[in-house]
């Protein structure tokens, strides 16, 4: 729901905080493919109060922690900027500073002194496609040190009232009906000691610098669309006598249970990649475990159980609990490779290759171990992965995926295509690791989401990816993002949470021009 007008007039006379002239700074729009939505440069305004003398540091301290409070008010109208931290818009030169004074209407005898800092800020977003033909979008940010009043905060402006402080700019909703009026009540407040003041542009009152909320107007320049269907670089991914896959399945609270969201779609993930490409086969397990070894209630080996019968004990209930939980334990915290046979043709001449899915199922978060563990092997996939697929939570950008925790030196020099199929993926990843990857986009392929997804259905998702890579048809991008538009059980159609690729411009296979054929061979055993 949006704001009213009356509203957003209001807000524009009190802050002068609309779209900012664009500088040219950190806002060049680089093409992405998606499906339902298109990159376009975002630009605004915006204002924090500070102490007359506050250092530039504690100014950028500020400005970054407003801005991350965009990502939340940015989900409704359906925007993902990409700097969420504002790390690129934090250039001093483009403040400008202005010393008040802050007096109260009611005393006007006790003053003080208080400083305005406006900024710029310029950069590339996600925006859905229902927004092509608007060139502004308006939202709410959080102003002044949230934290110190977050309790009527969560209660009121979020879509979580137990979350956390440090989550709470995740989970602003200023839509809510509840901060609507705590945010019409402020810039009524703040027009009315406008009015007392004079208008008088030397003084601010207490409610505008100690204000909680910061209406904007963002500009939206016009989308930036690729000027053809780029493919992923299929020549070199099929270039290796091994093409090896790392598949990791994130929890949601219990490995071990059957019904755990993100567990089931671990098992989904297996179910779709086998249905997909049969002749897949287990050749390792780390620990090791007979997959298919099941007992029943009694204790008797169940004969010639098929993967398609286990996983459907979980997935459609038709296992007892005993059974359920017995293929939740053969995937919990175990790295399953998974072998196809491929014989593949192209203009450099004809091989055998293997494809090797090397699965994970299990936790990377909750505990110091769990994350340092979850690192380890997300630094082997970064070195010896050829695709890397993540389906899990992002943890706010700050779990064990975290790009502060990598750098350059963690990547190899190959060709990698990473689909991160998490929430807001696009906003916590993406800048980072295509700057640690040597060669950058070149080598590197990433497939983001531009808002929150669905935990459900991240499993079919991460499966359709692998499969569009590897079944010979050389699919271009957006056929792959196409696969990944679901229909959900409770009746959205063609689900997408404006997933992206990004990394793709600069990619020059063609099929129509080095056409390749894949043929897949007879199963390992």
């Given at each position: 729901?949006?704001?009213?007008?009356?509203?957003?007039?209001?807000?524009?006379?009190?802050?002068?905080?609309?779209?900012?002239?664009?500088?040219?700074?950190?806002?060049?729009?680089?093409?992405?493919?998606?499906?339902?939505?298109?990159?376009r440069?975002?630009?605004?305004?915006?204002?924090?109060?500070?102490?007359?003398?506050?250092?530039?540091?504690?100014?950028?301290t500020?400005?970054?922690?407003?801005v991350?409070?965009?990502?939340?008010?940015?989900?409704?109208?359906?925007?993902?900027?990409?700097?969420?931290?504002?790390?690129?818009?934090l250039?001093?030169?483009?403040?400008?500073?202005?010393?008040?004074?802050?007096?109260?209407?009611?005393?006007?005898?006790?003053?003080s002194?208080?400083?305005?800092?406006?900024?710029?800020?310029n950069?590339?977003?996600?925006?859905?496609?229902?927004?092509?033909?608007?060139?502004?979008?308006?939202?709410?940010?959080?102003?002044?040190?949230?934290?110190?009043?977050?309790?009527?905060?969560?209660?009121?402006?979020t879509d979580?009232?137990?979350?956390?402080?440090?989550?709470?700019?995740?989970?602003?909703?200023?839509?809510?009906?509840?901060?609507?009026?705590?945010?019409?009540?402020?810039?009524?407040?703040?027009?009315?000691?406008?009015?007392a003041?004079?208008?008088?542009?030397?003084?601010?009152?207490?409610?505008?610098?100690?204000?909680?909320?910061?209406?904007v107007?963002?500009?939206?320049d016009?989308?930036?669309?690729?000027?053809k269907?780029?493919?992923?670089?299929?020549?070199?991914?099929?270039?290796?006598?091994?093409?090896?896959?790392?598949?990791?399945?994130?929890?949601?609270?219990?490995?071990?249970?059957?019904?755990?969201?993100?567990?089931?779609?671990?098992?989904?993930?297996?179910?779709?990649?086998?249905?997909?490409?049969?002749?897949?086969?287990?050749?390792?397990?780390?620990?090791?475990?007979?997959?298919?070894?099941?007992?029943?209630?009694?204790?008797?080996?169940?004969p010639?159980?098929?993967?398609?019968?286990?996983?459907?004990?979980?997935?459609?209930?038709?296992?007892?609990?005993?059974?359920?939980?017995?293929?939740?334990?053969?995937?919990?915290?175990?790295w399953?490779?998974?072998?196809?046979?491929l014989?593949?043709?192209?203009?450099?001449?004809?091989?055998?290759?293997?494809?090797?899915?090397?699965?994970?199922?299990?936790?990377?978060?909750?505990?110091?171990?769990?994350?340092?563990?979850?690192?380890?092997?997300?630094?082997?996939?970064?070195?010896?992965?050829?695709?890397?697929?993540?389906?899990?939570?992002?943890?706010?950008?700050?779990?064990?995926?975290?790009?502060?925790?990598?750098?350059?030196?963690?990547?190899?020099e190959?060709?990698q295509?990473?689909?991160?199929?998490?929430?807001i993926s696009?906003?916590?990843?993406h800048?980072?690791?295509?700057?640690?990857?040597?060669?950058?986009?070149?080598?590197?392929?990433?497939?983001?989401?531009?808002?929150?997804?669905?935990?459900?259905?991240?499993?079919?998702?991460?499966?359709r990816?692998?499969?569009?890579?590897?079944?010979g048809?050389?699919?271009t991008?957006?056929?792959?993002?196409?696969?990944?538009?679901?229909?959900?059980?409770?009746?959205?159609?063609?689900?997408?949470?404006?997933?992206?690729?990004?990394?793709?411009?600069?990619?020059?296979?063609?099929?129509?021009?080095t056409?390749?054929t894949?043929?897949?061979?007879?199963?390992?055993?």
């Amino acid at each position: 729901m949006k704001l009213s007008l009356s509203l957003l007039l209001l807000s524009s006379l009190a802050l002068g905080c609309s779209a900012a002239a664009d500088d040219g700074a950190d806002s060049t729009a680089v093409d992405l493919t998606g499906t339902t939505s298109a990159e376009r440069a975002i630009h605004f305004e915006g204002q924090v109060y500070v102490a007359p003398d506050a250092s530039d540091d504690a100014i950028k301290t500020a400005i970054a922690r407003e801005v991350k409070t965009a990502i939340g008010a940015l989900r409704i109208p359906s925007v993902s900027i990409n700097d969420r931290g504002a790390t690129h818009n934090l250039d001093p030169s483009s403040w400008t500073k202005r010393v008040l004074t802050l007096e109260d209407p009611a005393h006007p005898d006790q003053t003080s002194s208080v400083m305005r800092v406006t900024y710029k800020y310029n950069d590339r977003a996600v925006v859905t496609n229902a927004l092509a033909n608007k060139s502004t979008v308006d939202f709410v940010m959080l102003a002044d040190d949230y934290g110190t009043h977050d309790a009527p905060l969560k209660m009121d402006c979020t879509d979580d009232p137990t979350t956390d402080t440090d989550s709470l700019w995740y989970h602003y909703q200023p839509q809510n009906a509840a901060c609507r009026t705590r945010i019409t009540n402020e810039l009524t407040a703040i027009g009315a000691e406008q009015k007392a003041n004079g208008s008088s542009p030397d003084l601010v009152g207490p409610a505008e610098a100690h204000r909680w909320f910061l209406p904007v107007t963002a500009k939206l320049d016009p989308a930036q669309l690729p000027n053809k269907a780029y493919s992923p670089e299929y020549d070199r991914l099929f270039d290796h006598d091994k093409l090896v896959v790392y598949a990791f399945s994130g929890v949601d609270t219990d490995e071990n249970n059957p019904d755990d969201y993100l567990g089931q779609e671990a098992v989904r993930f297996l179910r779709e990649m086998l249905k997909a490409q049969p002749n897949f086969r287990p050749v390792d397990t780390k620990p090791f475990a007979m997959l298919l070894d099941f007992t029943d209630d009694n204790g008797n080996e169940i004969p010639n159980v098929t993967y398609d019968q286990a996983f459907g004990w979980v997935l459609d209930n038709t296992g007892s609990p005993n059974l359920r939980k017995q293929v939740m334990a053969k995937l919990a915290e175990r790295w399953i490779y998974w072998d196809l046979p491929l014989h593949v043709t192209s203009a450099a001449g004809a091989k055998d290759i293997t494809v090797e899915v090397r699965s994970f199922y299990g936790y990377e978060d909750g505990s110091a171990d769990a994350r340092q563990h979850a690192q380890w092997r997300y630094l082997e996939a970064f070195w010896y992965g050829d695709v890397f697929l993540y389906n899990g939570h992002s943890h706010f950008g700050h779990g064990p995926l975290e790009p502060t925790l990598y750098g350059p030196q963690n990547f190899n020099e190959r060709y990698q295509v990473m689909l991160v199929n998490s929430c807001i993926s696009f906003n916590y990843y993406h800048q980072e690791f295509e700057g640690y990857k040597p060669g950058g986009s070149k080598n590197l392929d990433m497939i983001l989401n531009g808002l929150p997804s669905y935990v459900w259905g991240g499993g079919t998702v991460a499966a359709r990816v692998l499969n569009g890579l590897i079944d010979g048809k050389q699919h271009t991008y957006t056929e792959i993002l196409q696969s990944t538009r679901l229909d959900t059980p409770w009746g959205e159609t063609g689900y997408d949470p404006m997933r992206i690729v990004d990394g793709e411009l600069d990619n020059v296979y063609d099929r129509t021009k080095t056409p390749i054929t894949v043929a897949v061979k007879p199963p390992v055993y």
